[in-house]
């Protein structure tokens, strides 16, 4: 899972899965899901996520993680 987040549009996108989505719908203004073929979430879009969301806290609780660096 990826969370990739783009201050020039302040949109969040949350990256699910590494296969191609095929198919969107808005859940909410401003709240797309992405789907692959078979119907699977593979990500989620939010437009305006620093009106929407607290961006500057990430509280992760007991997920099975492997640490991997990667630069900003």
Sequence with gaps: MKLNYYPETDSLYIDL???S???SVEISEGVVVDYD???NIV???IDNAGQKLDLKE???NKLPLAHQKQSA
């Design 58 to 60: 990430l509280i992760l």
């Design 37 to 39: 073929q078979d119907g």
């Design 43 to 45: 990500g989620i879009d």
């Design 17 to 19: 899965s590494s296969k």
């Design 21 to 23: 989505s095929t198919d």
